[in-house]
């Protein structure tokens, strides 16, 4: 069982067979609306995939898994009204089809319920720990997103600190979520950890890989708008390095083209996509990732488990983390 | 120690020993300023006393009596924001001392922290059933919230409806911390099960009560403004008996008062009044309230414990709940 389908065929049905379809309509309209825009459900497959490192039954984790993907949808619904982003997967955000008051409060419940489903769980000797690595995972989330929120207006950002930031941002739920699953499978502290380590490592990796097809990426490949970044001016890891190694002057020019507001993107976009492949940049941005790649498959190899049950890890990795720019 | 000031000593004691003072400070001074605003804390004394009715040691509990203050602050924190209330306790609200976006971020970092005190309890084996009481009241009060938005568009509310939504929206949080103390305390289900009434019905009665001072009580011991809820043309307990038993001329004359918009206060404050005082409002909601404290005092009484080791909770809720109109 190597592909990714079988775990996402059963998480998706897990999710049918629990839905959130109770009084008030007015609450749980937009939490059902929310988990059914799509997306790839990279969380809760890796979740079951941790599981399945270590023993074969991974439907036990299904709680855990639908607690990891409530959780990342209730922070879409709160990061989209403070983003005041009207589209989410190419729909409209809850608060834009609803309004703010109803993203606030249909989010809310949704975190409590993420918990509820813990409590789904069929051995509650483990609930401690799990409860533990969820709740780190998800304070740290809110405080990584805070980070991003600070960042906007700070102009000394370094790479160590938005390096953190996208770590708590992004990876920490799939690398809490993995823990999760391992620790419901009974498996040592030690393959926890690398199991942890594993998820954080890909985690950033995608980030990064993220970062860098923002503005370079194939715009049919990459689902959103290239350039975004860009335009808006963020502060990712590609601006933060060209900043690093670039000359005064050519700093000068991108710092400039970052301040000056601009009535045209696209010439905007080509100019700055220009200083940062003459400072290669794209090169270096996959450098990086490649080493996070590199140190992620260090800790899957660290694991005592026949190799045969790491190929399902091993290929969602490979899927989620191309290899060439 | 029959007294209310141990207890609230105690937890005092406990909340400056765990402040909210780490990074990034932008999510957290929030959550430091609200936690400080003041506030009776009647839910975590109440919860340390249904501890103290089975056990000694109630220390032992402060940890779930600082999830649930931690809860409780982070629905005003979120009510604040959907209400766009610009004060709480006399002072700016999170939302209008910060923003918004700081509102719901420091809001959603406290409803996490809550759950990471239950992990500093004692003992584990209690867990599952502490948070399964805690999950069920934070349900309910993002249910209650949502049904009292609903009931500002309708016109049908019915009064079964509006005991229920209070009952969601501010007893449940009271009851189930209570119950929580008494899970900590070793306590029998069915001891348990009349803890959980005890503070449920004492909750209601509070409420109804409140209904009450908001409009007929004195501005120098209420606190808030008197005649708010009639400004406001809330649809309070007071409201919806008057136009269940009022004749037709006057349920139109009260109907015209709802809905008419007002530049005086005052004349329409003393006109609403005085309709409710000719139907006999004040003493039938007292009449109610009356039952509810009664029902609540009745489930104490079944519980199995020395007398005086109920003193505790019987002064407070005397305290709570005034004797006569």
Known sequence: MQAVQPYLDSFLQYMQQNPFDAAPSELYEPVDYILNLGGKRMRPVMLLMAYHLFKDNYEKALP?????????????VHDDIMDAAPLRRGKAT??????????????DAMLV??????????????????????????IEVCEGQQYDINFETRNDVSIEEYLKMIELKTSVLLAGGMRMGAIIADASEEE??????????VGIAFQLQ?????????????GKKVGGDIVQNKKTYLILKALEIADEATKARLLDYMTTP??????????????LQDLHIPELTFELKNQYQATAFKHLDSIDVPEARKQSLINIANALLIREI
């Open 64 to 76: 855990a898994a639908y607690t990891v993907e409530i959780f990342h949808n209730f922070s879409l």
């Open 94 to 107: 809850v608060h834009h089809k609803w309004d703010v008051n109803t993203g606030i409060l249909s989010g």
């Open 113 to 138: 319920w993420a918990y509820e489903y813990l409590l789904k769980l069929d051995d509650m000797s483990k609930l401690p720990a799990v409860i533990r690595t969820f709740n780190k995972a998800a």
């Open 192 to 201: 926890v950890e690398h199991i942890y380590q594993f998820g954080r490592n």
């Open 210 to 222: 993220d970062d860098y097809l923002d503005s370079f990426g194939a715009p049919e490949k990459f």
């Open 262 to 275: 601009t009535v045209e993107e696209q010439p905007k976009i080509k100019a700055v996509k220009g200083i």
